[in-house]
């Protein structure tokens, strides 16, 4: 069975969303979800938590290309939220910091 990243490396998070709109699958299938997840995680090594601003911020990617992949590691149970926000945003946390690196 595949965990939701491995499903989301082909399929578009968004789509119930966008429904079907041509711009929104093409974007899905440009990104490189694995290296954004990646750089993602990368984030909260060096950080305790953070929100999807401040990542998008940090890695220099406008927030779209993060917000989905914060979808995917809490749905793969990798981060968690803390119950609060900040800017507006969930603050996020890696459950288990040091086992992924």
């Known amino acids: 069975m595949k ?3 491995e499903q989301m490396m082909t399929d578009d998070i968004c ?3 966008h ?3 041509e711009q929104s699958e093409t974007a899905n299938h440009k990104c ?4 954004d997840r990646l ?6 090594k060096k950080h305790d938590n953070g929100t999807s601003k401040e ?9 779209n290309c993060i917000s989905g992949r914060l979808t995917e590691l809490r ?15 969930q603050v ?6 040091w086992s992924l690196f």
């Not at 749905?75 to 507006?88: C, F, P, Q, V």
């Not at 996020?92 to 910091?97: G, I």
Request: proline share 0%; glycine share 8%; charged share 30%.
């Open 92 to 97: 996020y946390y890696l459950r288990n910091k």
């Open 55 to 63: 990542i998008a911020r940090y890695l220099g990617k406008q927030l």
């Open 75 to 89: 749905a793969d149970n990798l981060i968690k939220a803390l119950g609060i926000t900040r800017e507006g945003c």
């Open 39 to 44: 750089k993602v995680l990368e984030y909260f």
């Open 32 to 35: 490189d979800k694995d290296s």
């Open 3 to 5: 965990t939701y990243t």
């Open 15 to 17: 789509k119930n969303r």
């Open 19 to 21: 429904l079907g709109n």
